[in-house]
């Protein structure tokens, strides 16, 4: 298992507040990370440096074996390389189908000319039913999908995630707003999908990352609090006086 | 379970898209019943001056069909794009006086004992066009406007540079929205004040005259040309919907869309969003000035006012009345407001006396157009084009209505 995202001493400030102060983390190749913490840790922050949304103001993000740096690549470069991202608030495209959604996603050439000539091949409708068998939203193919409960809007867009085929997949907060019987399920996707990649949850609810059963960072106040299993990290002191405490 | 068909067409094909059908037909027809009906070449029941109109109005909707593409497609307000119209108008004009000023002063020369040298000629040819500007001599803009080749090349080039630089520097820099929107209107302002000024070398504020008459075809008589126009808007119109159709259906379209409902998102999928942008404001502008390069010789004249920044506005209150979002809302807009406000402005309506105040719909015309616009953006968003979903029509829905099993399954039928 080698190292795929490693986060070198990164710092963000946003109005002189430091919303991420010099903060390093690992990733490897493959298996679940759950990154917990109350609200205004950073994680957020942390995920939108990781995905070129935001410039961090000092600090290195190196990427694959080659540790190129992801610092200053557009958005869509670093999805190309492999890194999906799901938001917190489910983000599909409402007005077009569940299919054409996970058609959009899949890993296929992205050059604006390739695009603009690409023809969907038999192939990438058996992938598409292939994600949409995985997560549950066969029958729902044609639908549009701002006709989906907000629980299968979640799974479209874990689905989107995983039509790209990416090495890391970046989930913030995925069982927000779902039902007991819902959360089994994404915590079932999760799960397989971490089999053969790298799945960074950002969660802030104990039970959920319980359930993933992985090795979990807490984040406070821009920095890594504490690393380890959820039953180290939850007996670790400075851990319940800032977060568990509360 | 049998494997459920799915909403994904492996390609553009005419018999997937019955609207674009549809839309072509109805424009057949019209071309051939126009033409059957018309002065020129059939029964005379249409005079020459209105199958102009017509010809003028299928060019407005092919503009506005590429409007409601970049807009309603893409997302992008662009309210400039009746610039790129008339900088299409300006290129083929400069062709067309060029050329019939140089007939004509070749023939008033010609009774003279000695035939003029060629730079006289141009002399004098430059004399006729410029005087009116006090200028002498053919200005650096006109460089290529003696070759009818060159200058068509500059109806595709010039709007499409000038598309493509505006483009990328704006959404390199990501601006979108109403700034972008008022970036627009500026390149458009910026663009008719220079046009304003005699110095420019585009005749000023008089702008070019005489297009009407194409050189060479002095034997076919207005009445041939008129249809001869008619029919190239027509084709014009069809060949620019199905590049349009082609260019939002499949996966290509669901990006364009995408673009428009989330940009943010499609970058995370990977699409380079600045690119694709690109592509659909330069490609709609070069098809937009194409539709001013076959408008303006049936219009017969172009001036800087028809650059102005309100142009690009009407272009959008067309697309919104219409219906944008769909092609054949776009062009019905176009036409059905263009050719109402010819007719009420060219004192068509019958005025309406109050007793105290009589309203003269030259006057009122532009009142009653704000206020339908007003009207149809508060209570019918999809413009006229959602007329076409009250058409019953066989349901050919996959899956089930509601979010979850106890709503509405699709046997039941629309709820």
């Given amino acids: 298992m080698s190292t795929l995202l490693e986060v070198d001493s990164i710092s963000v400030s946003f109005d002189g507040f430091r919303a991420i102060n010099n903060l390093s983390l690992t990733v490897p190749d493959t298996g679940l990370r759950a990154i917990i913490g109350p609200n205004g840790a950073g994680k957020t922050t942390f995920m939108d440096v990781v995905t070129g949304k935001t410039r961090p103001d000092s600090g290195r993000v190196l990427w694959g074996d080659g540790a190129m ?64 068998e995985e997560i549950g939203l066969v029958s729902h193919l044609g ?38 019987g819902e959360r089994e399920h994404t915590t079932d996707l999760l799960g397989r999908a971490a089999k053969t990649r790298a799945v960074v949850v950002v969660e802030h609810d104990m039970e959920f990352v319980r359930r993933l059963d992985c090795r979990v960072t807490v984040l406070h106040e821009g920095r890594v609090l504490a690393e380890g299993s959820l039953d180290h990290v939850t007996s670790d002191q400075d851990v319940i006086d800032v977060y568990l405490g509360r | 379970m049998t494997a459920t068909p799915i909403a994904l067409r492996p390609r553009f094909t005419l018999a997937g898209n019955p609207s674009v059908l549809w839309a072509l037909l109805v424009l057949a027809i019209f071309t051939l019943g126009v033409t059957v009906l018309a002065e020129g070449v059939g029964a005379g029941v249409i005079s020459t001056s209105f199958v102009k109109t017509l010809g003028k109005t299928l060019c407005l909707c092919l503009a506005a069909v590429a409007m409601d593409v ?34 004509i002063v070749a023939q008033n020369l010609a009774g003279q004992p000695l035939p003029p040298t060629p730079r006289e000629l141009e002399q004098a040819v430059a004399s006729q066009i410029f005087g009116v500007v006090g200028a002498e001599d053919f200005p650096w803009i006109w460089a290529f406007s003696d070759s009818l080749a060159l200058q068509l090349l500059m109806v595709v080039l010039v709007p499409g540079l000038l598309a493509g630089l505006f483009g990328w520097l704006a959404f390199r820099s990501r601006v979108t929205g109403v700034y972008l929107s008022i970036l627009t209107q500026g390149m458009t302002l910026a663009l008719s004040l220079w ?45 620019g919907y199905l590049l349009f159709a082609w260019l939002t259906s499949g996966r290509r379209g669901a990006v364009i869309r995408a673009i428009r409902d989330d940009e943010a998102r499609v970058r995370f999928l990977g699409y380079g969003v600045e690119g694709t942008k690109l592509l659909v404001f330069t490609l709609t502008a070069v098809v937009a000035a194409i539709a001013g390069a076959l408008y303006y010789p049936q219009a017969g004249i172009i001036n800087p006012g028809e650059v102005a920044p309100l142009a690009s506005i ?3 209150v067309w697309v919104a009345i219409g219906g944008r979002g769909r092609l054949y809302g776009a062009a019905l807009g ?14 068509g309506a019958p005025d309406i006396p109050l ?10 015309w532009t009142v009653l157009l704000g206020l339908t616009f007003v009207a149809v953006t508060l209570l019918a968003p999809k413009g006229l084009g959602g007329l076409f979903d009250l058409v019953p029509r066989r349901a050919n829905r996959q899956g089930d209505w509601g979010p979850d099993d106890g709503a509405w399954r699709s046997e039941e039928g629309q709820p």
């Fill in chain 2, 195 to 239: 046009l304003f000024q005699n110095d420019s070398g585009l005749r000023g504020n008089n702008g070019l005259s005489g297009l009407q008459n194409i050189p060479g075809l002095d034997q076919w008589g207005q009445d041939a040309i008129s249809i001869g126009f008619f029919w190239a808007s027509a084709l014009a119109l069809a060949l």
């Fill in chain 1, 143 to 180: 639908r549009r999908a701002g006709e989906l409960s907000h629980g299968q809007k979640q799974w479209l867009e874990i689905g989107m995630l995983l039509a790209q085929d990416p090495r890391l997949l970046l989930v913030d907060e995925p069982a927000a707003g779902m039902t007991v």
């Fill in chain 1, 69 to 132: 740096n992801l610092v200053g690549l557009s958005e869509s470069r670093i999805a190309r390389l492999g890194l999906g991202r799901k938001f917190q608030r489910p983000t599909v495209f409402e007005a077009q189908s569940v299919a054409e959604n996970l058609d959009m996603a899949l890993r296929n050439p992205r050059n604006p000319f390739r695009v603009l000539f690409a023809k969907r091949t038999p192939e990438d409708r058996t992938r598409v039913e292939a994600i949409a």
């Fill in chain 2, 70 to 103: 970049v807009w309603g497609y893409c997302g992008i307000l662009s309210l400039g794009h009746m610039a790129f119209f008339g900088i299409g108008g300006y290129a083929i004009g400069q062709w067309l006086m060029t050329a019939r000023t140089t007939d």
């Fill in chain 2, 355 to 364: 007793g105290v105040y009589t309203i003269r719909w030259t006057d009122w």
């Fill in chain 2, 334 to 347: 176009a036409a059905l407001v263009s050719l109402m406000s010819s007719w009420f402005t060219g004192g």
């Fill in chain 2, 314 to 316: 009407y272009l959008a």
